[in-house]
């Protein structure tokens, strides 16, 4: 089995080398410039990503192109979840849309990410999270806000929660105890594919398009996604009938390994504080990501001064 391990590993190694060229390469033509990584705001979720595609999505945006994208939007996304008819001649879109100060209980009240209603009351409710954690009974008050203060029956409305990968899901404490009805939608997956049909949408107006384009090109910088060729190749190579039970092994066995890489991780942290005379210590539970624990480093002319790396929260998918 080492022997197998050490054969895939190096045909992977191969794999993400020419990915690596081909990225540099890239760059170097100029293709991977990127002006929202330029100005530090790649993965802000309000300054960025709500704003542009709730932008994209807003009939009335200053793209010039009407409802196309809206219409995509609900077409490729939204319908992908449930049927749901949103009458787009009329939709209004707002950002950061305030319900009211949260109350008490948490259960009414706050900002919801974007919203898009039409005239006849239909909302799409939309939560973005690219890192921030879930807030309690968030999504819970999205869903109160619906039904009790708008009023609507479940089909008139449509509960999205955006993360940037697929299978990532809300909080217990973001939904609350009474159940409801949500769907997870990622930007891997369904924010890419449909940039990528608003791309062809934009293909005669060059400065929409590319705009578009520069958004794609900060999505796969953050999700770390490879060329279409090269993925095609890695996992080509990782289900071949000769690998898929060492990639099944290697995979059963990944949170040992990410345990080891955050073990060195820490280590190798401490030691370059101790290189720069600064002090570190850490709680043990830091390497296994549990809730709430952290690497403390701080100078010891100054105790009341800390910098903390850490996990607030944290779940397997994370």
């Not at 939709?91 to 209980?105: A, F, H, K, M, Q």
């Not at 820490?266 to 709430?292: A, P, Q, R, S, W």
């Amino acid at each position: 089995m080492d022997n197998n391990i050490q054969t895939l590993l190096n045909n992977i190694d191969i794999i993400l080398q020419q990915d690596r060229v081909r990225k540099e390469e890239s760059r170097k033509r100029g293709e991977q410039f990127n002006v929202f990584e330029v100005l530090g705001v790649q993965t802000s979720e309000v300054r960025l990503h709500s704003a542009f595609i709730a932008e994209l999505i807003n009939p009335q945006g200053s793209h010039g192109l009407g409802s196309k994208f809206l219409n995509a939007f609900v077409e490729d996304v939204v319908k992908k979840c449930k049927s749901f008819e949103l009458n787009i001649a009329t939709s209004r879109i707002t950002p950061e849309y305030n319900i009211g100060p949260i109350s008490e209980d948490y259960r009414d009240g706050g900002r919801i990410d974007i919203l898009v209603q039409d005239e006849y009351g239909h909302l799409v409710i939309i939560e973005n999270k690219i890192y921030a954690g879930d807030q309690p009974c968030q999504l819970l008050r999205y869903h109160n806000y619906a039904e009790r203060h708008r009023k609507l029956d479940q089909e008139k409305y449509i509960l999205l929660y955006l993360t940037l990968d697929d299978g990532n899901m809300p909080s217990d404490g973001s939904i609350g105890d009474d159940p409801f009805e949500y769907f997870c939608i990622s930007y891997r997956t369904h924010i890419l594919n449909w940039l990528e049909k608003c791309v062809e949408l934009a293909s005669r107006f060059p400065l929409i398009r590319e705009t578009i384009q520069q958004y794609i090109i900060n999505l796969k910088n953050i999700l770390s996604i490879m060329a279409n060729n090269d993925l095609e190749r890695y996992l080509e190579i990782l289900t071949s009938k000769e690998n898929v039970f060492t990639t099944i092994s290697i995979l059963e066995s990944s949170w040992s390994i990410q345990n080891i890489i955050r073990t060195k991780l820490v280590k190798e942290i401490k030691t370059f504080c101790n290189e720069i005379g600064l002090l570190c210590d850490y709680d043990e539970g830091v390497v296994n990501c549990v809730n709430n624990t952290w690497i403390r480093i701080w100078d010891g002319k100054y105790s009341d001064v800390f910098f903390r790396i850490g996990t607030y929260s944290h779940s397997n998918q994370d």
